[in-house]
Nanobody
């Protein structure tokens, strides 16, 4: 059974950093692009970043470019999101997700974890 478990969220001051982790099980990591999504209170869910199954291709939402870095370690079945220079507007619940049908290059909201809360506030 496919399972995604996010961790690493917390409360951080503006300008601070956090590293989120997404531990995956029940799937072949080599077959899935994995994405990070976020949803803030009262706002629609948005895609933050995507990494191809091999890790060779990454993509970022414009507001996080240059501040966030996505990476993956398929041997550890884990995807990471390093978040630097955090801003209050980054406050949200962050989810990792995979497509319902295996896709090595496209990130889709198919199966997702429980999320991890990121709060940026002084």
């Amino acid at each position: 059974q496919l399972q995604l478990v996010e961790s690493g969220g917390g409360l951080v001051q503006p300008g601070g950093s956090l590293r989120l982790s997404c531990a995956a099980s029940g799937l072949n990591m080599d077959d899935y692009a994995i994405g990070w999504f976020r949803q803030a209170p009262g706002k629609e869910r948005e895609g933050v970043s995507c990494i191809s199954s091999s890790g060779g291709s990454t993509d970022y939402e414009d507001s996080v470019k240059g501040r966030f870095t996505i990476s993956r370690d398929n041997a550890k079945n884990t995807v990471y999101l390093q978040m630097n220079s955090l801003k209050p507007e980054d406050t949200a619940v962050y989810y990792c997700a995979v497509p319902i049908i295996p896709n090595r290059s496209s990130c889709q909201w198919g199966s997702w974890g429980q999320g991890t809360q990121v709060t940026v506030s002084s």
